[in-house]
């Protein structure tokens, strides 16, 4: 069995924090770290938990979302809840200083590219290459964005992706396969046209507790540890494993959390249902910003 410190780097959290669609949840993993396993790992762990924290900070300036900079507050009051002194004080400078970064680059942007504003089919279009945690994260940085992220064509494919049939929301299939979810997307009903998808998809996702994606993370049976997901698979490249056979298992920020310290064959028979926090982090996932309802 792995230890903490090799579970830890098993999480890709400092490579996750380079990308900017992964960011804001690289940030709310560390957040949980911080707080309920620092100090219970080993010095080591201990420093390169801390230096992937002060990571995220340099990193801030260079993700111009919303949702970034509140994940970056959130592991900040983590920093300052579980570090000692002299490196809360490093991660409070770093935090400032990337702050200030974050503002002047904002900006600039903003007088360089003026009132320029991409037309929204555009918008849809580019929005339709992201997965579903994205796509909502998208819809908190501008009002453009939010319009395009909620096109129902969009929330149409997520559904038939998560619960397979997509001609009546209120009938939904665990598996179906690719083949029928692409015959599903070329059929454009006067019935689907009358659907808003992403409200369906929000009742079915909430109310489904085998699919909810908390994190967007899965423990992979075949990699026999938690990994990223890129549209509900697991990211790592797999020899002779097709995506339709690999064994995922959802699991939520605390699940990722407790890997560090727990034997991973606790989280493959774990039961499926979720505690109350889980619940408020599927919850918050639809909890829009009242000036952008």
């Not at 992964?22 to 790992?41: D, F, G, H, W």
């Not at 009358?194 to 967007?216: H, M, P, Q, V």
Request: glycine share 2%; with cysteine.
């Amino acid at each position: 069995m792995s230890n903490p410190t090799k579970r830890y780097q098993n999480l890709a959290i400092n490579e996750a924090l380079s990308r900017i669609y992964r960011y804001p949840i690289a940030c709310k993993e560390l957040s949980l770290i911080l707080r309920r396993v620092y100090n219970k790992v080993p010095k080591n762990l201990q420093s390169l938990i801390f230096q992937d924290t002060l990571t995220a900070f340099r990193l801030l300036p260079g993700v111009q979302t919303c949702n970034a900079v509140s994940a970056a507050h959130l592991l900040l009051q983590s920093a300052e809840a579980a570090l000692p002194k002299q490196k809360k004080n490093l991660a409070i400078t770093e935090f400032k200083q990337a702050m200030v970064a974050h503002k002047r680059r904002c900006k600039a942007r903003q007088e360089e590219e003026g009132s320029v504003q991409l037309p929204q089919d555009v918008l849809v279009h580019v929005f339709s290459f992201l997965d579903m945690q994205s796509l909502v994260s998208v819809g908190l940085v501008s009002w453009s964005c939010n319009l395009a992220a909620s096109d129902s064509h969009l929330w149409h494919t997520h559904y038939a992706i998560f619960f397979g049939n997509s001609d009546n929301p209120s009938k939904t299939k665990e598996q179906n396969s690719r083949r029928e979810i692409d015959t599903l997307l070329k059929e454009d009903t006067t019935a689907n046209s009358c659907i808003d998808w992403r409200e369906a998809f929000k009742r079915a996702y909430i109310g489904n507790s085998s699919k909810k994606l908390t994190s967007n993370r899965g423990f992979c049976g075949h990699c026999n540890a938690i990994v990223w997901l890129d549209n509900l698979k697991c990211s790592n490249t797999h020899c002779g494993v097709k995506p339709q056979n690999q064994q995922i298992k959802f699991v939520s920020l605390y699940q990722v959390v407790d890997y560090i310290l727990d034997d991973p064959s606790s989280i493959a028979s774990s039961s499926d249902s979720d505690s109350e926090s889980d619940e408020e982090f599927s919850t918050s996932l639809w909890a829009y910003p009242k000036h952008l309802q």
